[in-house]
């Protein structure tokens, strides 16, 4: 059983450290593209930036399902 918990625990942390990258990630592209937009003459707006957060977005919310599902079995 506490196998089990220091799982869900593992989970929560990956989901929490994702969610860094994420931010970090989508801060990152959206100065880029403004920059691109700036300098270069990219003609994307720059919330298209915030697409780059759907593939993270997914996993997060895998990630903290599968913590609570695991915490859950672990009470039993």
Excluded: D, T
């Excluded at 990152?28 to 270069?40: S, V």
């Amino acid at each position: 059983m506490k196998k089990f918990r220091l799982l869900s625990w593992l989970c929560v942390l990956i989901a929490l450290l994702l969610s860094h990258f994420m931010c970090i990630n989508v801060s990152f592209n959206y100065a880029r593209m403004l920059c691109q937009i700036e300098h270069a003459g990219a003609s994307a707006p720059a919330s298209i930036a915030f697409f780059s957060a759907i593939p993270y977005l997914i996993v997060i919310v895998l990630f903290a399902v599968s913590a609570a599902f695991i915490y859950r079995k672990s009470k039993k």
